[in-house]
Every structure is written in C-alpha cells, then in structure tokens.
C-alpha cells in the first residue's frame, strides 16, 4: 500500500468525521492503516438458518420472513419505548419485540423480505431485538461470520464494520506486498491484500486462519529483520571484552549439578561477554528453572574479570532474597557482594556508595536504589535485571548508563508471547 493511503487520517473516511475519529483514537486508530490492523478479537457466526419453527431458545440462528403487519410502536414511560410486529414464513409466525428502537417504525414495511438474526427469549416465544436487513442485501450482517472488535463508549460495532469497509475500498489496488512471490509460495502465504480482506470479513473460519497465519508471518518476519537489525547495530559499538573464568569452584560450591541446558546457556552468554560487543542478552525460564544460576555464573566471570556487577531486583523483598542466596556463595569463592535497597540503613549505604565509586569489583545487590544519583559505579562491566516486565526502558537505561556500554543480562519468567511484546517495544 501506498504510504499516502496507508497514512491517510481516519476522520476523512465517511462516516467518521472528527467526532468519531476521537473515538477511534482511544483504540490507538489515527490512520486507515491503523484501521485495517485494528484486527477483530473474534468473529459472531451468523450463518445458521432456521424455519421459524425450528428457532430456540439456545442457539441463535437466521430466519428469512415476510413482515406480517405494521410495526406497533407505544412509549410506555420515560426512557422505555416499544416497538411490536409479527413475521412469517412457510413454517410459522413469529412475534418481534424491540426496545428503544425508534428506527424499527420505518425500517420494517409490512409485506417485505427480510434476514432476521436472534434467538427465542426464554419462556416468551418471541425474538427480542433481532439484527435484520433486507432480503436484497442479505451478507452484510446476516448470513455470515461478523467481526468482533474492541471498542469504546460511544463507538459500535456496526461503526466500526462501516469505517473497514469504506477503508478498504479506499485502498483497493494500493496495497503492495512487501513479500515476494518466491516467499509466499515457499510458505503457502496468501497475498496482503486477501489477508487484509478476510481477516475483517471471512467467508469462514479456513479463510479467517488464512489471513491470519498470513499476518502472523510477516509480523514476526518484521521482528526478526528488527531484531536482527538491532544486533548488528549493537554488535558495531565497543564493549568490554571479559575472558570467560573458570567456574569449577562455583559449580563445587553448589549443592546440586548444574543442567545440561544451564552450562549451555552459561557458555553462551560468557561467550558473549567475551565478543568485545556488549552483550544483550534474555534468559526466559520458569519459577526454578536455574535462572539466578546462569545470573550468578556471569556475575562471577565479570568479578573475576576486574569489573563490577549490578543485579536490579524489581522489589526489596526479592533483592534481599538474591542477597541471602549470593552473598554466602560467592564469599566462599572469596567475591564480594553488598545490598543497596531504600531500606539500607545510611551509614551502610555510605560505605557501599563509597566501595562503589572506587572500582573494586563486587556484586551490588538492590533495588531502585542502585538508580540512585549518589550510586557511582567505578566499573561497571554487568548489568542484570530481574523480571525485567517490572522495569521500565528508562530504568533499565539508566543503570546501563552508569558503566561504558556493560553487559546486559535480563531475567523472566514471562511466557514468550508477552516477552516479545516487550522486546518490540
């Protein structure tokens, strides 16, 4: 698509105007692309039909039917009108209710085809405000699968089924595709603009899928190319090459064996911090998993290698749990570690500020409080955070600015779908 379509502001759509688009724009929808990737959270299946004796109270169902009699329509006291009338078919006759609906009075002519959607009212016999359309546009709402989106106060369904409609007409035949044929074959893609069609308005689920599995693969392409970009770049900037060092006596000082997966993942990141880039690194792993391990292990390496490490713990009583567990460990290995909380008593957080801002290498254990304008690292080669989710990039960046381009090592135990989210913000 054309970047002056794509952009194009949502309030020229008809329909819309600037009032409406300040509802759209609660939903993070300035542009007609914005639109079009404001995908739908579900779809409603509209394509049952039924006779009219054959509608229930359970399933909701189509009925095609001859409005029978002029619409009734009685206000019965402020804030409560009703609208009555009757449909039949070859199968029956069925009542219709509508509350607070002015427009059924003139929608509905006696002798007229139409596509009634509903289902029976409990213990009523009656369909209660049934979505209808005439016979001739039939598919437009009935008889289909319709689109469930998020929405605001103020903004329907039915607005924002309108404003997709009229913004893919808007931008048929300028919406190119960024993969090449060659890929979408390779992988069985559909093309863009299928996608972008069916995933608002499938004819059924196979197609909503399609569509679907079409956009899922180019965003993660995207984030991949991103992703990769992002590597390279940090790849180019300086970083402080640290050998990796021996860890025989950490793994003799812990209680148990470390995992097959740990010392591969320990091996990696050493690896990078040995590169001459800056490490950036993610280790993503359940409660339990051995993540503290792999931390601990980088955090030696960089003592011994004559720097300082810095682990930012989201929460005090999680930064004194990794204390209680690191400070007697890495004693053994004759390191040395301090905590450095907004609970630290002042004279202890002098003595650690002071350590600090000399140089000697250590683990500095702690909270915000490492963030903290009196906390000067004299070399700071690591940096690690935990549950990285409860850290904001500004917070992250700042620690990392306290050190010449440290490492990074950040901890989750996210699920991968919101761990990603993350990485593209």
């Not at 997709?164 to 390779?186: C, F, H, I, K, W």
């Amino acid at each position: 698509m054309s970047a002056t379509v794509w952009d194009k502001p949502i309030q020229y759509l008809k329909g819309v105007g600037e009032t409406r688009a300040r509802l759209f724009e609660r939903l993070g929808v300035f542009s007609l692309g914005d639109l079009l990737c404001h995908f739908p959270r579900d779809y409603e299946d509209r394509r049952e039909a039924r006779l009219i004796a054959h509608m229930t109270s359970e399933v909701p169902a189509c009925v095609t039917a001859v409005v029978a009699e002029p619409v009734r329509y009685n206000r019965i006291r402020a804030g409560l009108d009703i609208a009555k009338t009757r449909i039949v078919d070859e199968s029956g006759v069925l009542g219709l209710t509508f509350f607070n609906a002015p427009y059924v009075k003139d929608a509905l002519r006696e002798g007229e085809t139409y596509v009634f959607f509903g289902k029976l009212t409990e213990g009523v016999g009656e369909m209660q405000n049934p979505v209808f359309e005439p016979i001739g546009r039939a598919g437009q709402t009935t008889g289909r699968l319709l689109p469930v989106y998020r929405l605001c106060a103020g903004l329907s369904r039915g607005h924002v089924i309108a404003a997709v409609r009229q913004a893919l007409r808007e931008t048929e035949g300028e919406m190119n595709d960024v993969l090449p044929d060659s890929l979408r074959g390779q992988y069985q893609l559909a093309h863009s603009r299928f996608a972008y069609e069916k995933i608002h308005f499938p004819q059924d689920f196979e197609e909503a899928e399609t569509a679907r599995r079409r956009l899922v693969f180019e965003e993660l392409l995207v984030l991949s190319l991103g992703l990769k970009q992002l590597r390279g770049h940090t790849a180019r900037l300086p970083g402080q090459a640290l050998p990796p060092a021996g860890l025989d006596d950490l793994w003799a000082a812990l209680p148990y064996a470390p995992t097959g997966a740990q010392r591969r993942v320990i091996a990696e990141a050493l690896g990078d911090m040995a590169s001459g880039a800056p490490m950036n690194r993610l280790v993503q792993g359940d409660v339990g998993s051995g993540k503290t391990l792999v931390a601990a292990a980088c955090a030696v390496s960089a003592l011994r290698g004559g720097v300082q490490a810095a682990l930012m713990a989201p929460t005090e009583l999680l930064a004194e749990q990794h204390f209680e567990t690191l400070a007697p460990l890495f004693a053994r290995l004759g390191l040395t570690t301090h905590l450095l909380t907004g609970g630290t008593a002042a004279k202890q957080k002098r003595a650690v500020h002071e350590l600090l801002a000399s140089g000697a290498p250590m683990l500095a254990v702690g909270t915000h409080a490492l963030l903290s304008d009196r906390t000067r690292f004299g070399r700071l080669g690591l940096v690690i955070a935990d549950e990285q989710h409860r850290f904001g990039v500004a917070q992250r960046a700042a620690l990392l600015a306290k050190g010449e381009t440290p490492h990074l090592l950040t901890m989750s135990a996210t699920p991968i779908p919101r761990t990603l989210a993350l990485i593209v913000y």
